[in-house]
Structure formats: C-alpha cells, structure tokens
C-alpha cells in the first residue's frame, strides 16, 4: 500500500472520530517504493484536506504530511514529537478554534459526504502538471485554486449540510438557515435547486422542507 | 560419531574473530574496568545484553559521561601481533555506536581518536557527516593510548598527540577500543584440512578475477574470509558461491529438496471472527518498556478476541509452533502478532496461519517495537497505552480481513542483461553456464565497459589479458546473445515474463525473459577544476594509468608529480566517496616508481581510504618515498601554469598541516582523482525498468545490508559500479552475487504473485476511467460487460500500491487487504473504548 492510497475520506473519518491531529508519512517524493510516485497524491489530498479543515473553521495546522525514507526512522521519530507538540499546543480539537464539538462532528460528516464529489474535481480541476513540492505547493497555495475551492465546495458543503439536517427531521428554511448559521436567500437558492433535482420536497402544509 | 558426507563442492564461510587487544600494554584491556572493545560496548547497547542495553560503566554500574573510541585498534600497524591491514568496518562502527550512545544519552560526550576516516562504502559519507554534526561529538585526528587509570574514581586518562596542541591527555569515564577483524581463529586448521592456501595475513588465498574461488578448485569462500569485509560484500559473496557451485552442480538442483505440505485450508468465512492475540516480549525489546502481562490482560477484554498470551519470542520456533497448535485448539480463526516490524517476520507468521489450516491473509502485525518500546524506552507507563491502542487497532482491522489467494505465475527461463561490462559479462557467463539463456546488451560496439581503459590491479591482475578472456567466453557461449550498439525502447511486464524492445545495430528486436539484470557500470567524472583540459599535463588516474601502459615518455620521464584526490566528489554536489581513487592513486604511484624510481611524487589527500589489503600498498608505496600530504576542502590545493627554469610546470600551492607552512611543489604532470559518477544512462534505465535511485543517483537496491544485488522491483537485480564505485574484485564478487539470485528466480517454474491486488466491483464502477489513469502499471482496462464497459483489473500486473482507491469516486475498486472496511475499522479504533462511550453520552444529551 502506498501513502497514495491514504484517503481523503480516511483524514476525515479520523476528525470526525473526534482525533486531534493527523499525521501521514510517505516516501521522499521522487523516491517511490512502487513506480507511481503516489506520494504527490497524497500530498495533494492533505492540501485538499487542509482546505476542508480550513473551511469548517478547524486549523489546518492539524494535519500533517512528512515525507522520508525507510531508513529515516530518527526522522520519523523527530517529525512525530514535533507535531505531538503543535497539537498539544492546539488541544482538544475544536477548543482552540472555539467550536462547538457537535458542531465539528456534524461538518466533518457533512464534508465526508463530499470526498466522491472532490475526487471528481481533483481529477478534473486540481491537477498540477509537474511533479515536483514546488509546483505542488505553488499550486494548491496559489488564490485561483483557494477561488475555485470556495465556488465549489462552499454551497456543496451547505448542501451537504442541510440534507443532514433534514434527515432528522422537515424543515422550514428560516429553520435551516438559523441551525446552519446562513443567510435565508442562500439557504432558498439551495432548496430550489435541489427540490429541482429531486433530492427534497416542499410539504405545503407545514412550510417545511423534507427529503424526496 | 563420525559421518562421511559425499559432496560435490564446498562453501567456507568461516567469519572472523574480532581482534583482542589483551595483550597490548597500552590499551590496559582487562587491567581496566573502564576500557572495553567495540564488541563489548555493542552487547552493552543491545538490549539483550549485560545491562539490557543501558549503557553502564563496569566499574560502578553509573552511565558514563564521557565517552572516548580509540580507532584502528589492532589495525594498520606493522607491530608484532598487530595486523598490517586496514579492517575497513571499524570507522563506520563506531560512528554508529556514536549516533545510537547519543540517541540513548543526549548529554554524553563523545570523542573519537582517528586517524583517516574511512567513510568509503555507499552513503557511508553522509552517515560519518551526521555522527560528526552531533552536539557534543568530537572528531580528533591522533594516534592514541591508554595512561593510566585515576584509581579513586577508576576513570580512564587517554594520551593523544594533535599537530596544534602536541601532547595532551585527557581523562575519559569510558574508553572504547574500536578493535579490528582477525581471520577466523580456527584458519590454520581449516586450511590443511580442506587443502586451501592463505594469504600473508591469514585469509583465504584467492586470485583477484575471482575472490570467491579458494586455490582448490570445487571449494569456495564467502564473507569475510575473503578478508575484512561489510555485511553488503558478505551476502553477495554468499550468494555468488552459491552460482559458482551452482555452475558445477546444476544438474543436480532441486533433487534433495522436499515440497512442504500444508494441511488443506479450512473455510472460515461463515464464522464469526475468532481472534487469538500474542505479545511478543522480544527478549527485553519490548517488554523492558511495555507492561506485557498488563497489556494481554487489556487485549482479552477486547471485541472477537477469544484468547490472548505472551512470548518471550514469538519468532522462536517453539513459539511459532505454538501459535499453531493454540489455533487449532482453540479453533481462531485469525490471529494479531503484536511484537516487530512485519518487514522481517510476515511470511513467517503467516506460515503458521498455514500450518494451522487458515488462510495467510488472516494475519495482522501490530508493530509494538520499532513504532512503540523502541521509541519510548523512557516513558513505560504511556508505551504501554500506545502498545495497547494499537493492539487495539489491529485486532479492529484483523476482525475485517478476508481470505485471499494467490496465484502462480509461469517463468520464463532466460535472464536479460544490460551492461556488458566486466559485472554484466561475468553475471551473463555465470548465468549461462547453468542452462540459462541470456540476452546481454551492450551500448557500445565493443564489450569490455571502463575496464578496457584499465590495465592492472593493486593485486596484480593483468586487466586487459583477464577482459579479452572474459570476452571470448561470452562470444564462445552458445546459450548467451549479444546486442552490440544497443539501447532499451521499452520494458513490458513483470516478475518472470518480461518483454523488452531493444534497437541493436539498426534493427529493432523484442526479447522475453524472467530476470533482469542491470550492470550499466559508472562514468568518470570531466573536472572542471585544476587545469583540466586546459594543460596537456594534468591528466585524470585514469588517463594517467592509460598513459603508463602506453609507455608515454613524457610521463614516464616526469621528475616531479602531484596527484591531487577527491576531485569531484565528497563535496556539495557529490556528497559521496569514489571509494577507488585511494587505491588508484596509490597503484599509478608504485607503477611509476617501479618504472623511474627518482621521480618525486606526491599525493594530495583528505583521508586515505586504502581499506582491505589495499593498505599494505599503501604503506608501499610510502616506503618507497611517494609523499602524501593532507589537505582540508576549506584550504584546498590550488594549481597555477608557470614557466620554471624554461620549462612549463604546474605550480600546486597546498598547506602542509603538520609543518604548518605552505608548500610549493612545481609539477611536471599533474593526476586528479576524478570522481566516479553515475552512468549517463541511469535516468533512462531506471525509468524502464522501473527501479529507484540513491540520493547519490546510483541504482537504489531493495536494502542496503542484507539485499544489496536486488531491486525493490522483482525480478530485476544489479551488480558492479551503477550500484556504487568498487574495484574489480568486488563488482566480480557482486556480480557472481546477482548471478546467484536470478538463479533462484529462473530455477522455480513459477513465481507466487501475492494476493493483495485491486479488484473492481462492476456494479458500483461508473467507468470514469479514473483509476485508468492513476494506475501506473498499465494493470486497469476497460472490459466489454453485459452492464456496458466496465474497469477490470488484471492481477498479474497490479503491484497493489492501491493509488486508483483514493481516485474512484464510488469507491468501486479496492485493493484486497487494504479495503475501506479493514482500514477504517482500524481508524475508528484508535479511539478509546472510553471516547466512544463519551461520545455516544453526549449524542444521547443532544437528543
């Protein structure tokens, strides 16, 4: 198994467990064990991760990517305390960031069920011609990408959000714009959109949103 | 009892015994508590050792503070008892005694007494530079001795000699002797009862253009007896014996081998998971930091396991025995092994799975040393947690693992060789010579590689008589090919059924082959510096040597000479040691003395790296007057054309470190130690063949000690320079070596492919053809299905690096034993039992 092979699901589903820091270790890059040289892969999932945490208000400085060789266990020793350290520095997860910690749960979840959706767009959108951490850092560094990233996965997660939300149980969307902490007009747009997909219903009764 | 066996060749692998310094005064060994040998001080860094690997000073059983190595004990001296050889390990020993004692202590000082510092094996340069740039680490230049216990505190008083400071003493709590290698004790015997000769120094007698041919035809040498030698020369010598005997003995290969049967494999998938958990202690490894009884009486308590106990070593055969009587009896049906890496010991246990009926695949590995005691050693309470989270974790991901199969894959039995150098040629003959077709590729018109630009060895070998020999065996040998002016289009395939395009002479051809072997040789650096290029007096050793065979007079009739080493490399942009520019420098100067016995020559050195038997020409050659004089990089030599009394000369400015003065030394042919520099051709071969490089951009081989001819690709092995600079010796020793493991390749059948590869799962595949893209072995195509095209994986060409999982956004393909299932079971148990619970109260609060 190759450090490429590390999910962005996995990252997530670690948060959302409620851990405080991920750390993930790969090979040099440009010294792959396979031929693949999946390590840049997993580099740009960490920085996509990275955005994810960024974007529900978590300190992306929670997840970590090194890379060495497999003689480099000191390495690997002094990359683990450092970061032992930064995350006993941040604490529990959440507390530093001032959330609430069923809110982070509940974000997290809500952008678990993005990771199909990134994977799309990653393919598509997020790719970076050269292999090299430059050009990777440069890239996924750079406002174009942070622009798209936001046009994209902002109302994405919102949706995502929502539709959990309805789960539970209907919902008018004054309710789901004062739970979800967005403005009314958005929370609409939303809803007609995904009422025209065919993922909600508009119960006229009750004012109240429902799944399909 | 006495038993006559009947064989039809002999290996001897007799080892060597360390040096005992007891009988030289002045390293007071056994008179002093406080002085031991580099043996003794590695038993008190295992932790199987006197100490349990604390570090402890005999005398008083405190940690020392002070710690000193005396190097070259017992070597490079021509002293009565002593050994004139250099014993080529200790310098890196004890710089790794160095770097683990400051592991284990930060505040313990060490210094070390030496005189050159022979960092010439591969990546040795920047392992000497690490143990260098610790705090509290001190390299002094100087013969050293013992003085005198101080008798109250039994602390120990070096005596040493720096050309700043002249003599010092210094007082030590601990001194180390790093002793040299002795040939094995028993070697006077060994050789009249097996026939064999020895050389001067106690070794086994062999000749240079096969060190591992004994001077009894039929008996072979391996490791050290060859003479002082690493681990890296001492496998490959091991596996190079085996191809020679081989060689004679093929016909008679697999006749006393046994097939194991294994008892048929029970069907347990519609079982729920019963799991038998077993702590290793490893000797103290583990269980000197980790609270074994405490941690099996955890894992009892948790999900599906059905029985868990302790060993002192799970590996041990008895214990391995154990594990598959207890699963038998206790009926589980899987079993995690928590103790090492699974690096090493996975196909050992899953062995045992095997014996007891269980599918391999049921195994998992918690590794509680390398990631837990060893890293941990001062704070037990918390290893031990870490130890029990992650049991925890592997008993999670052990619950979902699945049987797998693996499958046999035919082999094709001729072996490809690219290089056709004196490595390629010797591996291509000894492959030959046990019925193997090979394919040998050769970039040039002619065979022969650098050696056709060498002419003898610091042994004595005749290069040019010895390379024509060679050669002619290899066009002589009906089972080898030759590609002339080759080079490599395409390599297709995997372990056992390779394809390879090859352009040779105009013509494209395509060749099919199990094993490949890559032995591309080495260029020689084109320096840049002093002169070269710019005077037709400075030559690089090697056109210098080139020249002396010649017979060129105005070489030959130089009065003066300056040789000028490290030329290119062990700098910032070659961070390595050529690891042969000693010796050559030292040959071309007893070449040349041999031919004008007057004529001046000096050789400019950072350290003297003449290691072996290759000291003794060393010493030689200074003898005979040859100087050599030291140089730091920081004051290197500089070299000005001048005009001196009418004639043209080199003027070498150099500081002399002992005199303290700068000398002048006017030059009538200059020589550089050009470095030896990875072949041009690398890149591109690596890139086919799909293998890795070193920092250094020689070949990578899949372990530095104990895999040194093979790739971490399979089926594609290597030898001579394009793994690193050697001598001919030693690229014949390696070659041999690689010869061997295709050999245990080509003689199989089959080859097992393992049974952790990608499978698609036809219903969930959208066929985005996202993991098409991201798998880098060509294994994932489309397929026509009634459901429309759909991925498919072919399982013979997936490595299982499982990039394609992380791509699939329906998560329709997965790498069998790495599933979404198995893995996240494993993330979401590194949380507590109590974690868990207090989530689960906080959800049940919110409703």
Known sequence: ???????????????????????????????????????????????????????????????????????DGNLLAEYTDDFSKKIKELGPLGKSEGLDKNQVKFNLEAARKLVPYMRLVERERLRVPVKSKQAYTE????????????????DKLAISQIMMLLEKKSLSTSDIAEKLGLNSSDVSRHMINSSRQGFVRYDTASNCYALA | MKTDIIVGAIILSSG?????????????????????????????????????????????????????????????????????????????????????????????????FHNDIRSFGKDFERFFQRAEQLPGVEFIRSYASIEKEI????????????????????????????????????????SEKFGIELNAHGFAKSDSSNPIQTSRPGIFVSGAFQGPTDIPESVFTASGAGSQIGELLDYRRGKLAKERIYPEERDVSAEAPKIGVFVCHCGANISSVVNVPATVEYVSTLPNVVYAKEQIFSCATNSAREITDLAIEKGFNRVVIAACSPRTLEPLFRDTLREAGLNQYYLDMANIREQCSWVHAKQKDEATQKAQDIIRMSVARASQLEPLQEFDLPVDKAALVVGGGIGGMTCALSIANQGHEVYLIEKNKDLGGMAR?????????????????????????????????????????????????????????????????????????????????ESDQVFTHLELEEEIAKGNETVLNAESLVMIQCVGCR????????????????????????????????????????YGFREDAYREASEQGVQFIRYTPEDAPQVEAVKEGGKDVLRVLVPDLILGQRLELDADILSLAAAVIPAESTHEIARHFKVTLSPDEFFKEAHVKLKPVEFATDGVFLCGTAHYPKHIPETINQAYGAAGRVLTLLSHDTVIASGSVCIVNEYDCVSCGACI???????????DTPKGKKAWVNPVLCKGDGVCNAKCPTNAIALKHF???????????AITHEDIIGQMNAVFEEA
């Open chain 2, 571 to 610: 700098n910032e942009d070659r961070n390595y040691c050529s690891r042969v520019c000693c010796s050559h420098a030292v040959k071309n100067a007893l070449a040349l003395k041999e031919k004008t016995p007057e004529m001046r020559i000096y050789v400019l050195f950072r350290d003297m790296r003449t």
């Open chain 2, 151 to 190: 008798p109250e505190t039994q602390n120990v008083v070096v005596r040493y000699a720096t050309a700043d400071d002249g003599v010092k003493s210094k007082e030590f709590d601990m001194v180390v002797l790093s002793v040299g290698l002795n040939p094995p004790k028993a070697y006077k015997e060994i």
């Open chain 2, 773 to 783: 893209t991201a798998c880098s072995y060509g294994a994932i195509e489309f397929k």
């Open chain 2, 16 to 112: 060597i015994t360390p040096f005992d310094p007891s009988a030289r005064e002045e390293y007071g060994y056994t008179k002093y508590q406080n002085v031991v040998t580099s043996m003794d001080y590695e038993r008190l860094l295992s932790s199987t050792g006197p100490y349990e690997g604390e570090v402890l000073r005999i005398s008083n059983k405190k940690h020392p503070k002070k710690i000193a190595w005396i190097q070259c004990v017992g070597s490079r001296r021509v002293t009565e008892g002593d050994n004139s050889y250099c014993s080529g390990v200790c310098c890196t020993y004890t710089q790794k005694q160095v770097i683990l004692t400051k592991h284990h202590y930060e505040d313990v000082e060490c210094t070390i």
């Open chain 1, 139 to 154: 890239f996924f560094e750079s406002q174009d990408v942070d622009r798209l990233f936001n046009d994209i996965f902002s």
């Open chain 1, 1 to 71: 198994m190759c450090s490429g092979r590390v999910d962005l699901d996995f990252i997530l589903r670690a948060f959302s467990n409620g851990q405080d820091g991920v750390f993930i270790g790969g090979c040099n890059l440009g010294e792959c064990n396979y031929v693949t040289h999946g390590n840049f892969d997993a580099l740009a999932n960490t920085y996509l991760a990275k955005k994810v945490l960024e974007h529900i208000g978590l300190n992306p400085e929670r997840l970590r990517i090194q890379f060495m060789s497999g003689a």
């Open chain 2, 453 to 533: 630009r060498l002419h003898t060895t610091l042994e004595g070998l005749d290069v040019q008589t010895y390379l024509d020999d060679v050669i002619h065996q290899v066009y002589q040998h009906p089972l080898i090919h030759v590609s002339h002016e080759a080079t490599i289009k395409k390599v297709a395939g995997y372990l056992g059924n390779f394809t390879t395009t090859v352009e040779t002479e105009g013509r494209v051809k395509e060749i099919k082959h199990g094993a490949s072997v890559l032995a591309i040789g080495a260029d020689e650096y084109k320096p840049t510096e002093y002169l070269y290029e």
């Open chain 2, 819 to 829: 599933t979404n299932e198995e893995l996240g079971s494993q993330i979401d148990a």
